[in-house]
Structures are given as C-alpha cells and as structure tokens.
C-alpha cells in the first residue's frame, strides 16, 4: 500500500501552550484511521496543521512523499487533501449545487474570459461540473435538492453536503473533524455506513475525529489517541479499549479504580 | 432640459460605479472605502489623456481609448493597494483603504500639471447619453455573466466563509485581488465618463464622503445584487436633487437624511431594497432566494 500522508513529530504551540506535541501520523491509501481524545486535547489543531491552516512549530507533513508545511490551504487541497469543520462550514446563503460546483472550481478548464463572454468551451464545462455535482448529490442522498439553499437543510444533511462537498475536491485524503456532532442515533448509524462505503468506493484515505465512541471503534482499523497534545496510544480497536492509559484519560483516575 | 440629461448621465456614472464596489463589497465581501480614489486615477486619467494628446481622431474614438486607458490605471492602482491591503480584514481593510484613497486624491492636489486644488478644466465634452448607457450596459453583462460562472463563484464564496473557500481549493487572495481590481478598474471608467461629462474635475469631486455615498447605494439596493446597486445609485443621485427643491435648508441637512433613511431601511429591512435578490427578465427558471 502506498503512503498518502506522513507527520514527522509535528508539534503545534500557542505561546506557553502546547496544543500538539510531536505528532507522527501515517496514513496509506485505502486506510480509515481515527483519532480520538478528551476536548483540547489538540486533534483540530493536528487537522488544521495538516491543511496548512497552521505551520507547525516543529516537524513536516508530507503528502505521497512531498513536503507541504508552508504551503497554502487551498494548494493542499488541489494536491488532495480535503476536510470538514467541527462546526459546520457550509456556504450557507449559496445553493446546495453552488456549494459542491465550487469545491470543483479549482479543476476549472475555462479561463476568466471564457467566462464573461459566455464561450462554447465555458458552457461544455459548465454543464459537465453540474452533471458531475448532481451524480455526486445522488450518492449522497440529497437528488432533488441542488438548488435548496444550504441553510435550510435540515442539521444531518448539513454535515452530509459537508461531506459531499470536501469530495466534490476529488482527494486523496479525507478529514473529517467530528462529523457525528450533534446527530441523532439514526443519523449517526447512517454517517457509520456513509463514512466506509466513501472509502470503498472512491479509494481513499480517511482521517477521522470523532467523539462518538461507538463510530469510531466500529469504523477505524487503527486509533491514535492524544490528550493534552501528547499521543498516548497508538492501535486497533481492540488495543484501544483495553489500553489503561486511554481509559484514565478518558474516565480519570477514579475511572480506574471503580473498574 | 439639460439639466434633467446631466442628471440622466449622473444616473449612468454612479451605477457603474455602484456595481464595481458591489463586486468588491457585495459580492467579495471585502469593506472597500476608498472608491472614490480610484473613480479620480480615472478621471484624471482619462482627462489627461483627451486634454494632452490632442490626438486628430474622432471624439468617440478618443472616449473610447480614454476610458479603456482609465480602466486600466484605475485596476492597477487597485492592484498596487489590494495587494497589501487585501491581507487586512474588516475594519482594518476599509480604514486602509480609506486612507489610500485620501492619498490618491491628494497626489493629484499636488499636481499642478493636472491643475492641482484648482482643479483640471476644460476637458472636451466628449461624452453623452448614448456612451455613458452604452457602458453601463456593458457593465451589467459583465457582473451578470461573471456570476454565472466558476470565477464569480469562487468571489462569492469569500463573501459566505473564507475560510471553508480556501479549504475548497479556492485561492481566496487570488480571487479578493481580482475582484478588487476590477472594482476598481469600474470606478476608473466611471471617472473616465464623469470628467467627459462635467467637462471638469478637481480633488474636491473625490472626497472620502463619495466613497461612502457610492457603498450606502449598494447597501440601499441590496449589497451583492446588481440590479439593486443600479436602484441605489438612482435613488441617491436623484434624492439630493429632490432636496434642492424643497429649498437650502433642507438640501444642507441632506447627509443627516441619508442617515435617517438608511437607518429606517436597516430596521425595515436589513438586506436592503432587494436584498441578494436580481430583478431578471427571463421567464425561465426563477432564481432562489
Ligand atoms: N488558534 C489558537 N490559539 C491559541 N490556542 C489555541 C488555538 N487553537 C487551539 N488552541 C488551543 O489548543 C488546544 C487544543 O485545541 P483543539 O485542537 O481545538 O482541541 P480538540 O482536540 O478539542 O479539537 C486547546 O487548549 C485550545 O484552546
Ligand atoms: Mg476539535
């Protein structure tokens, strides 16, 4: 399996604090890897350094072998990194297909001019990133909703045209921060099943944070957990639960005691 | 008679100008206060430019060559200061702006070659109806077209969230400085049709205030719709007008009911006439708010 993404010990400090402290993530294509971790516990700062969003105090983030701390966020993403918001980051006043034709504008064949003066190879491509949105929509459930504008959907299909969205950038790597938030059980089982046929389908790899316990232990092959910016686990499921670290982080001390 | 055709004209000039600072403002989302510094880079530009050649051409031709050199100055003042001014956000952006755009007016105070604080006269009246319409057309295709395709959506998705824009492959600084640069080359052309319309300019026509009343009409029509920059511009080129009308007094308190009326249409309706609304004439597809 080739490697997709690679962190060499990324650290990530706000002044005095440490959000992150050397992080070594590796990610090879195919992968569904979660991340989990109490709050502050640094997994959107890791997300946010691996999007270019912050550089990194220390350490490199390669993607398929390629350094791209420094880079920009939106050179990330055309070189196949894409991701979600813990809190939802829809274009809210644009339609659901103004949404996804924009993730899809960077792939954009026609030039400014084209554009103004409304030229044949403007409405050929047109029509084909609108074709492309509206299959794109089907997988996702949301046909017949293209021109709904985002605000008004209701919250699960909110993260789902999130989703939806983030892959309309065609990538190679997945992030998504959180993306059961705030969901209904239902909603949640649904996003579980969601979430694995992505990865089957499209090929790629998949990063995840999640604070629903149950996604992410039916979900992801392999688990890194951090508290306070350090990983303190690394390892499947399995490992995962057993591990009295992760269970004193999670439950506190007493936690451990009680069991 | 000529009165109501210098006022027609005025009507045409602003809304060109309104519809450059609605891309920069309403459609970009970036707080441009220093409009009214690019719409002299134009006028000057373009007075400069009939004034000194002198060139045997016929005056349409000469308007023409005049306008596309005053767009031109204008984007790339614009250019020049969006660059850094684009990486400020908010307030930091319109007071940066706004003091630029005091520079400009005041490079050209200075210049004594263009008439400094006298100001620049007798500029051919090259310009009429036909032209400034014919223009103002052509700048309504323009917007219109440019948000109907990739690039106006990607300017607008800067409006809605910066960041989720950049996260989406949009180069966000990329768009803001073209968006910006065209804005300002708008306002350029608009300067260009002014100057051949008044037949003179000086640094007192390009005042802070102006770049204030150009953002009330985009804030009055609806920020980020066309057709409400066009109703805005109308609404504050004729208002002034009705003012005088009912006698100095009252056209003397003329920015305290601007402020009046804007405020009562903020709690009327907070979106402006329109809203983000377009006023369309096709009967296909209606668009959705
Ligand atoms: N831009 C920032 N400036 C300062 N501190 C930050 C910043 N972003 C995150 N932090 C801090 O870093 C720590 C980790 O935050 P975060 O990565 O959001 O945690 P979580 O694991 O809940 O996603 C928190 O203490 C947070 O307050
Ligand atoms: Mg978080």
């Known amino acids: 399996m080739s490697q997709v993404l690679k962190t060499d010990a990324i650290t990530m400090q706000f002044g005095g604090l440490t959000a992150v402290d050397s992080l070594s993530l590796e990610i090879n294509q195919n992968d569904l890897i979660g991340i989990i971790g109490p709050n502050g516990a640094g997994k959107t700062t890791a997300f946010n350094m691996i999007t270019g969003h912050y550089l990194p105090t220390k350490g490199n983030v390669f993607l398929n072998n390629e350094k791209i701390n420094g880079v920009r966020p939106a050179v990330i993403t055309q070189k196949g990194i894409a991701r979600t918001f813990q809190n939802i980051r829809l274009f809210k006043d644009l339609t659901v297909l103004d949404n996804i034709r924009i993730a899809a504008h960077s792939r954009c064949e026609y030039g400014f001019f084209d554009s103004i003066f409304r030229t044949k190879k403007f409405k050929d491509y047109e029509r084909k990133i609108e074709e492309e949105a509206i299959s794109l929509l089907s997988i996702f459930k949301m046909q017949g909703y293209s021109d709904h504008l985002a605000k008004n959907l209701p919250y699960g299909m909110q993260r789902r045209l999130e989703i939806a969205r983030a892959m309309a950038t065609k990538p190679s790597l997945l992030l998504l921060d959180e993306p059961a938030a705030g969901m209904n059980p239902n909603e949640t089982i649904e996003l579980t099943k969601l979430i694995r046929w992505i990865r089957d389908e499209f090929k790629l790899a998949i990063l995840l944070i999640e604070h629903d316990m149950r996604l992410v232990m039916e979900v992801c092959e392999k688990i890194y957990v951090l508290d306070y910016g350090k990983t303190i686990a690394v390892g499947t499921p399995s490992e995962i639960q057993n591990n009295p670290k992760v269970i004193e982080a999670y439950l506190g001390s007493e936690g451990v005691e009680n069991e | ?289």
């Open chain 2, 1 to 289: 008679m000529d009165y109501f055709l210098y006022l027609t004209q005025m009507c045409g000039i602003f809304m060109i100008l309104a519809m450059g600072l609605n891309l920069i403002n309403g459609l970009c989302g970036q707080f441009s206060l220093g409009h009214a510094g690019f719409w002299a880079v134009g006028a000057y530009t373009g007075a400069a430019f009939s004034v000194f050649t002198n060139l045997p051409l016929p005056g349409f031709i000469i308007l023409l060559i005049a306008c596309l050199l005053g767009f031109i100055t204008a984007a790339i003042a614009g250019l020049i200061i969006g660059i850094p001014c684009l990486r400020l956000r908010g307030d930091y952006l319109a007071i940066a702006t706004l003091g630029f755009g005091e520079i400009i007016r005041i490079i050209f105070m200075n210049m004594d070659s263009v008439g400094g604080p006298r100001g620049f006269t007798d500029i051919p009246k090259l310009s009429n109806l036909f032209w400034v319409y014919f223009f103002v057309v052509l700048s309504i295709i323009f917007c219109a077209n440019l948000i109907r395709g990739g690039y106006g959506r990607a300017i607008i998705s800067i409006r809605e969230d910066e960041i989720a824009a950049e996260s989406m492959g949009i180069q966000t600084f990329k768009y803001k400085t073209l968006a910006f640069c065209i804005g300002a080359g708008m306002a350029g052309l608009a300067g260009v049709l002014f100057a051949h319309t008044t037949q003179f300019i000086s640094p007192n026509n390009f005042t802070f205030m102006w770049s204030v009343i150009i953002l009330l009409m985009i804030i009055l029509g609806g920020l980020g719709s066309i057709s409400g920059a066009i109703i805005g511009a109308v609404i504050l080129t004729l208002l002034p007008e009705l003012l005088r009308l009912l006698g100095p007094t009252v056209s003397e308190w003329r920015m305290v009911i601007y402020s009046v009326l804007l405020i009562l249409l903020m709690l009327a309706k907070p979106t402006g006439i329109l809203g983000k609304k377009e006023i369309t004439f096709s009967f296909g597809k209606k668009e959705k708010a």
